[in-house]
């Protein structure tokens, strides 16, 4: 009677235990081959209370943020701060930037780059102006890394050049620089980049020495820049223009009543668009096609704008003010291919105002904030 009682009491206090722990099924756990091959080595040391941890341990992370079970209990990745879609990708495999270090198709992977370049010059080109190219490119040193858009098609003739043979080439027919880095340049594939140049075609360096310039960059800590234009050559805005006797200058006089604050385009915070030099930080301004009224936004990316936008003054260039893009435009309605492009441009620059302004307005309005002169009911 006594072994009965007791029998009893030991069933009846092992149920109350059992039901007092979650439900596991040992039964949905997937586990890896190695595991059940060392459970099968008599010798492995491993018991089936190790076994049974290792499921409770298992069964416990299915509550957590980062579940390690699928619904067939197989182990997974689920990793919800990865990029859209790759969230199964372990973190370690994914990564955010990359870049346009060219790689051969043989030998070592870890033998293709004996160096890598610092900076990057972009020139958007027709095979017109390949002379002209071909003298740009000379001024830049093998710290570069040379990147032709071709706006005409004309790829395979530029191997005239010897330096061609090392470059990249991007074509797109009818194309201008900025379709092209909205494109081929965002800002995580030229990230190993210190600076970035996204030049014209029709520029003339005989004055000019591209690592000198970065020279002079660095040491006025400029994060948007462009070359002094001479001033004799062409149409350009007194800020832009060559001064001589001082390596930099940041800020100029315009004619009465064009500028409404001196810290604001066009007299100080101002490059043209025709030969700027970005740094890696602030290459994230980028808008439009022909990019007409961006100049006058790029202020709006480094801060304080005055202080950090700025020409370079001891090297120069010469704007040549070649027509060739807007040859490449359509006549219609009577009007010259070169009508056609300026009125696109105009456009667009009227374009590019309004959404900048209903940008801005519509921030604003999110924080509760009323601008000046604000249209709104």
């Not at 102006?129 to 830049?140: C, L, S, T």
């Not at 081929?184 to 029709?202: A, G, K, R």
């Amino acid at each position: 009677m006594r072994l009965f009682i007791t029998t009893v009491i030991g069933l009846v206090f092992g149920f109350l235990v059992g039901i007092s722990f979650p439900s596991v099924s040992i039964t949905k756990f997937h586990f890896p081959f190695s595991i059940i091959s060392h459970v099968d080595d008599k010798n492995s040391g491993i018991t089936t209370q190790a076994l049974l941890n290792h499921a409770w341990t298992s069964t416990k992370n299915r509550n957590r943020g980062n579940s390690i079970l699928n619904a067939n209990g197989m182990l997974k990745i689920y990793i919800p701060t990865n990029p859209r879609g790759a969230e199964s990708l372990p973190p370690g495999i994914v990564v955010s930037e990359s870049d346009l270090h060219l790689r051969r198709l043989w030998g070592k992977p870890n033998e293709d780059l004996p160096m890598k370049q610092k900076y990057l010059v972009t020139f958007t080109v027709g095979y017109d102006q390949r002379h002209n190219i071909d003298a740009a490119v000379k001024k830049f040193s093998v710290n570069f890394t040379i990147l032709l858009f071709h706006y005409d098609g004309r790829t395979t003739e530029w191997d005239e050049f010897e330096w061609s043979k090392r470059a990249i080439h991007v074509s797109a027919k009818k194309q201008t620089k900025w379709w092209y880095a909205k494109r081929f340049l965002h800002p995580d594939i030229v990230s190993s980049y210190e600076y970035i140049f996204i030049w014209d075609e029709d520029l003339g360096v005989e004055h000019f020495n591209a690592e000198e310039y970065i020279r002079l960059v660095k040491g006025n800590r400029l994060e948007i820049s462009q070359p002094g234009l001479e001033p004799d050559k062409g149409l350009t805005w007194q800020m832009t223009k060559r001064r001589g006797g001082q390596e930099v200058h940041k800020e100029t006089e315009e004619r009465p009543g064009w500028c409404t604050d001196p810290h604001l385009p066009p007299c100080a915070a101002f490059v043209e668009i025709m030969a700027p030099v970005f740094s890696r930080d602030a290459w994230r301004c980028n808008d439009l096609v022909h990019g007409w009224g961006l100049d006058f936004a790029l202020r709006k990316c480094v801060e304080p704008a005055h202080q950090k936008i700025g020409v370079v003054d001891a090297q120069w260039i010469v704007h040549q003010v070649v027509p060739s893009l807007g040859n490449q435009g359509q006549a219609e309605n009577g009007k010259a291919p070169w009508e056609g492009v300026r009125e696109r441009c105009r456009k667009e620059w009227g374009m590019f105002q309004s959404r900048m302004q209903e940008a801005e307005k519509a921030y604003y309005m999110q924080k509760g904030i009323t601008l000046p002169n604000s249209t709104q009911n």
